[in-house]
């Protein structure tokens, strides 16, 4: 029989959150991104989009503010319709989806600009 595997959902990702969807947010993901749940993003600060956090950009993005909460492809169009795990939660490491080349030092500034919005990263849980 062959194994099934399952991907990652909210229950993999989110360990805690405040209750009231007082955690979430509504944002708009910018075009040209296909983006999986747990990717940590950053807000472009030109245009209050969110984008995959990227810690070589200059744009905003490259400061961690938060994690979305539902897989979004935004590949054509801008959409409307994400939602932003941006404060007061705790969520697993496994489950967050980083930029290819991401360094420690680099991983270590996101989470801990996360863990200032309220947003605790914990390991093994």
Known sequence: MPAINEGLNLGDLLK???????SR???TIAAGQN?????VVGIDAATDKVKAFDPAATDGS???AGVLAI???ASLIDR???ILIARHAMLAD??????????????????????????IVRQGV
Request: no cysteine; proline share 10%.
């Open 94 to 119: 496994h489950a967050l989806t980083w930029p290819a080349g991401i360094t420690a030092p680099q991983k270590a500034a996101a989470i801990s600009k996360l863990k200032s919005l309220g947003i």
């Open 25 to 27: 947010d509504q944002v």
């Open 80 to 82: 409307p319709d994400g």
């Open 35 to 39: 983006l999986v749940l747990g990717t």
């Open 16 to 22: 805690y959150e405040a209750p009231n969807l007082y």
């Open 71 to 73: 897989p979004i492809d």
């Open 62 to 64: 490259e400061i961690a």
